[in-house]
């Protein structure tokens, strides 16, 4: 026999006892166990990246009005805002928040607002300093808006 004959006998002879370690093109291959591939990933630190709805820092979640006297308002116009970490709720509109991204100067979110019969998407930054919040509006023009923190419901002084 030549030395060929013999390479592709003893080729198929592995092949047949099925110990190839080459996993089919259709198939993924087997994850490979090693220290490293069972540690869990490592955290961000705080301030870096994005932060899903329901979790992270909570500065901008409460109800929030242009003018304190309206925070014992519960209806009308002149109503607070309540922002929660999935609602942003104000007068005539609805917004649920889609994403929420931390920042330098505080948060950026996206919303998918509901008003009169109309869906829009807008996108804020809240940027939250002790009681006040900067609320700007950066799909329209920038345009800001200097809110003040509203107690709690239960907290609010009756009309």
Do not use: H
């Amino acid at each position: 026999m030549t030395v060929k004959r013999l390479t592709l006998m003893s080729v198929l002879a592995l092949a047949a006892c099925g110990q190839s370690e080459t996993n089919p093109p259709t198939d993924p291959a087997a994850p490979i166990d090693t220290p490293e591939a069972e540690a869990p990933a490592p955290t961000p630190p705080p301030g870096v990246g994005s932060i899903m709805p329901g979790s992270g820092p909570q500065t901008f979640v409460g109800r929030w009005a242009a003018n304190p006297a309206w925070c014992a308002n519960v209806q009308g116009p002149e109503r607070p805002i309540e922002i929660t970490t999935t609602r942003f709720e104000g007068y005539e509109n609805s917004c649920g928040i889609l994403s929420i991204s931390q920042v330098a100067d505080g948060y950026e979110a996206s919303l998918a607002c509901a008003a009169e019969g109309q869906t829009s998407s807008e996108r804020i930054r809240m940027a939250v300093q002790g009681d006040g919040m900067r609320l700007t509006w950066l799909n329209r023009n920038d345009a800001v808006v200097s809110l003040a923190r509203c107690p709690a419901l239960a907290e609010a002084p009756a009309p």
